[in-house]
């Protein structure tokens, strides 16, 4: 079960296209709460919502494009469920999605699964650079090899015990304990996830006092930290400006033909790769190795535009947030499952 303290938009934001006319209790679906207070910095919509019980929503910042968040909720029912379900058909679907809307914004994903993955990592080793997960249940299924599959080839991971916080169990109930509610993100992301704590449902019955009127639910919810930025500040004096930047820039209509066309450079710097990946197996230093090698063949052989001067350089354009007051002292809001109101 995920817990969303993100209330909401004109009622809840819901995924459930089909519904067995013969069931006896409602089953299966997805919904999203957000919280009043998020809508003071973020516009929320519906960023996709095309396949059942996969549902994304886009929270848009107001004052700062590069804070833009895409969380996705989602569920895929158990195997052997009454209800039709493909878990190829589902994480394929998935895979595309992420590739789609990667770059609307910081990507997570979170939801049931009812995927094992055993003692499998999430990411390739010798590969990837990210740190261990601590495994706690060591029972796999099928769904369990699709969900590593999914997760290596779009490079996201699990935040279920990696990130700091309390990692347990996810469903327990009278057939046993299982983990099948994950929080996924994408690797460069992990450095702003500070914590994710997993509840048990009797412990927080314990602790709040909660009443239930039928049966305890087996899924307890999942909590998790995230810094977006420590400091968001709008200041609209320099909208509409070209960025202050040193890195030039070249004019590729003007690419030239004797581009890496250095033999001598060029086959030192493959050789320096080639001893990274055989020798050290190490793939990101061959990458740092690279890379200097196209800066500066782009440095010797491409022409670097002209940077415009004069007065309609520097012509600001009409800002959309002129109108408003006080924009240079935005709060800062980070999030907390998936978005919380700072103390600082």
């Not at 195997?79 to 910081?106: I, P, T, W």
């Not at 010797?300 to 415009?308: G, H, I, N, R, S």
Request: net charge negative; proline share 4%; hydrophobic share 35%.
């Amino acid at each position: 079960m995920i817990i969303l303290k993100l209330v909401v938009i004109n009622g809840m934001a819901y995924n459930r296209k089909f519904k067995n006319a013969k069931t006896k209790r409602g089953s299966g679906g997805v919904g999203v709460l957000i919280k009043v207070e998020v809508l003071d910095n973020f516009s929320v919509s519906i960023l996709d919502s095309s396949v059942e019980d996969i549902l994304w929503i886009k929270l848009s910042h107001k004052y700062d494009d590069s804070n833009n968040i895409c969380f996705c909720v989602c569920y895929l029912p158990p195997e052997g469920s009454s209800r039709l379900n493909d878990g190829e058909k589902f994480y394929n679907d998935l895979l595309q999605q992420v590739y789609c809307y990667q770059n609307e914004g910081f990507v997570y994903i979170g939801g049931d699964v009812n995927s094992r993955c055993g003692s499998e990592q999430d990411y390739i080793q010798g590969v990837d650079d990210i740190n261990d997960r601590e495994i706690i249940d060591v029972s796999s299924n099928k769904y369990g090899d699709l969900l590593i599959d999914f997760l290596t080839s779009c490079n996201l991971c699990m935040l279920n015990g990696r990130a700091d916080g309390n990692n347990d169990f996810t469903c327990v109930s009278k057939r046993g304990r299982s983990v099948v509610d994950y929080v996924f993100a994408p690797h460069e992301q992990l450095d702003m996830c500070t914590s994710c704590d997993v509840y048990l449902m009797s412990n927080l019955i314990v602790d709040t006092g909660l009443n239930f009127e039928k049966s305890i639910p087996d899924h307890g919810p999942i909590v998790w930290t995230v810094n977006v930025k420590k400091d968001i500040a709008c200041d609209t004096s320099n909208i509409g400006q070209a960025p202050n930047t040193d890195r030039p820039r070249y004019n590729l209509k003007r690419f030239p033909l004797n581009f890496l066309n250095n033999n001598k450079h060029i086959q030192d710097t493959i050789d320096k790769i080639e001893n990274e990946l055989v020798t050290n197996k190490d793939i990101n230093s061959a990458y740092t190795e690279f890379v200097p090698l196209i800066e500066k063949e782009m440095k010797d052989t491409v022409p670097v535009l002209k940077t415009p001067t004069g007065p309609s350089s520097n012509k600001r354009k009409k800002s959309l947030f002129e109108n408003h007051i006080g924009l240079k002292n935005v709060p800062h809001y980070g999030i907390k499952c998936v978005l919380k109101k700072s103390s600082g």
